[in-house]
Nanobody, 115 residues
């Protein structure tokens, strides 16, 4: 059974950085594209970034492009989200997604950015 566990959330001030991690259980982690999504209170869940199976291609939402970096370590079955120059608008619960049929989601980690 697939399990995704996010960690690394917390409270930071605007301009600071955080790194999120998502540890996945499947032994074939490298077979799957991975993504990060976020959901702010009262808003729909939105795409943040995704990364190809071998990590050589990434896609970002316009709102985080140039500030966030997604990466993965297939040997550790882990995907990361490095968040730099954070803004109050980045405040949300961040979720890890394993792209498959069906998709799998983690339970999320809370990120709060104070101004």
């Amino acid at each position: 059974q697939v399990q995704l566990v996010e960690s690394g959330g917390g409270l930071v001030q605007a301009g600071e950085s955080l790194r999120l991690s998502c540890a996945a259980s499947p032994r074939t982690f490298s077979d799957y594209r991975m993504g990060w999504y976020r959901q702010a209170p009262g808003k729909d869940r939105e795409f943040v970034a995704s990364i190809s199976r071998n990590g050589d291609y990434a896609v970002y939402a316009d709102s985080v492009k140039g500030r966030f970096i997604i990466s993965r370590d297939n040997a550790k079955s882990t995907v990361y989200l490095q968040m730099n120059k954070m803004e109050p608008e980045d405040t949300a619960t961040y979720y890890c997604r394993l792209h498959s049929t069906p998709d799998y989601w983690g339970r999320g980690t809370q990120v709060t950015v104070s101004s």
